[in-house]
């Protein structure tokens, strides 16, 4: 089979570098791809919103199918033009990505199928939404209703915090036209997973489960960032949980979707919160998580493509996956100052590292300049290791750090800590 792979991140390298090991796959491209992928996979120089571009070429190429990696691509109809133009896609059409483009969206299908989630209510109107915040009371939760970046959402602790949000939001244009309508909710405690399933309108496998790491500093303080981190299967989510949760959150979603008459194919990311009262949906994506994806892929045993081809073929039914029962971590490296503004074209030597058995490296933000790798973005790097228990693989994965020369970058050193206290 060709494949064409969307994106250019550390999850699209992922992506590749586990699709270049199904027996399936003839030929693998990646755009635009990164340093990383041209090891896996052939990279075009096409960007991931220029539909009608990655249409053309898919077309020209007789590619087979299409894994777009990210969301922007997804909301902005990547699915329904390559259906248009007879290529399969494994991701949801414009209209099923709304379930991360939009949260009020989320949760009106969350309220009509009974999934389990926060209670809410949509303002269009600052003046309604801070009389709302006021009797309500903090702490209290204020989201922008549509795509954000990770900046959409503010956990307010006090009243006036809230109301600058709502501000912020409504009435400043912080955030363009997401800001515009808010999803103000109750906040709600506990450990948050992410948890994946593959979908193919009607059925839905389970996909693995994975823990983040959202702020920049150790300890889970400072900023929140694209995800620092991530390491799976999180001990606090039992075979049992797993198994519920498709029952709970992924099917009701997917006979919900179907009702509405936009069924729903690709990989569903529940974002989900461990309440004292049981697990809750934060939010759903509509792609894989990244660094999520990474740890992922290093225990899938199963072949990803030909799971790939089944939820496009309406074939998940009896589908099953098999997973590595193995500990994998995942630490990004970011470029020094990031989340906010950051070095660029820094020297990153990954001589050392590559070499050493048991750690597997995923490129994001770097580029090739003269030659020599340089980081391009933020996030630049994922280094992986698996073992059999959580303080080896994470100990594989910091000596692996420690062997690449980047003076430039920066990583967390606690990765994996709620799996290891
Ligand atoms: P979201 O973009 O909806 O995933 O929100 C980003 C982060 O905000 C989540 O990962 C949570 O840590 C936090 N968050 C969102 N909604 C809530 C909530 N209702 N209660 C507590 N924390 C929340
Ligand atoms: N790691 C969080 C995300 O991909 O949205």
Known sequence: M??????????????CWKLARSPMLTKLWCAPGNPGTAACAENVPIDTLDIAGLVEFARANAVDLVLPGGEPPLVAGIADAMAEAGIACCGPTAAAAQLEGSKTFTKEVCDAA?????????????????????????????????????KGVVVAASVAEAEAA??????????????????????????????????????????GTAQDHKRV???????????????????????????????????PTLAEMNRRGTPFRGILYAG?????????????????????????????????????????????????LRWDDAAAVGVVMAARGYPGAHVRDTAIDLADAETMAGATIFHAGTALRDGGLVNSGGRVLTICAQAEDFSAARA??????????????????????RALS
């Not at 594989?396 to 800590?417: K, L, S, T």
């Open 166 to 207: 709502i501000g912020d939001f409504m009435e400043a244009g912080a955030l363009g036209p997401s800001g515009r309508t808010l999803v103000i909710e109750e906040m709600m405690t506990g450990p948050e997973i992410s948890l994946f399933a593959l979908c193919d309108g009607v059925n839905a496998v389970f996909l």
């Open 272 to 320: 989900l919160m461990l309440t004292p009262t049981g697990p809750k949906l934060v939010e759903y994506n509509v792609r894989f998580g990244d660094p999520e994806c990474q740890v992922l892929m290093l225990r899938l045993k199963s072949d990803l493509l030909g799971a790939l081809v089944a939820a496009c073929d309406g074939e998940l039914a009896a589908f099953d």
């Open 114 to 150: 009974g999934i389990p989630t926060a209670a809410w209510r949509r303002f269009t109107d600052a003046r309604a939404a801070r009389d709302h915040v006021r009797l309500q009371g903090a702490p209290i939760v204020i989201k922008a209703d549509g795509l954000a970046a990770g």
């Open 217 to 251: 500093g150790d300890g889970d303080t400072g900023p929140n960032t694209g995800g620092m981190g991530a390491y799976s299967p999180p001990p606090m989510f039992s075979a049992a949980m797993e198994a519920s949760a498709m029952d709970v959150f992924i099917r």
């Open 396 to 417: 594989q994965a910091y000596a692996a750090v420690d062997r690449i020369n980047w003076p430039e970058g920066f990583c967390r050193r606690d990765i994996g800590w």
């Open 2 to 15: 060709r494949v064409l792979v969307v994106g250019g991140g550390g999850r699209e390298h992922a992506l």
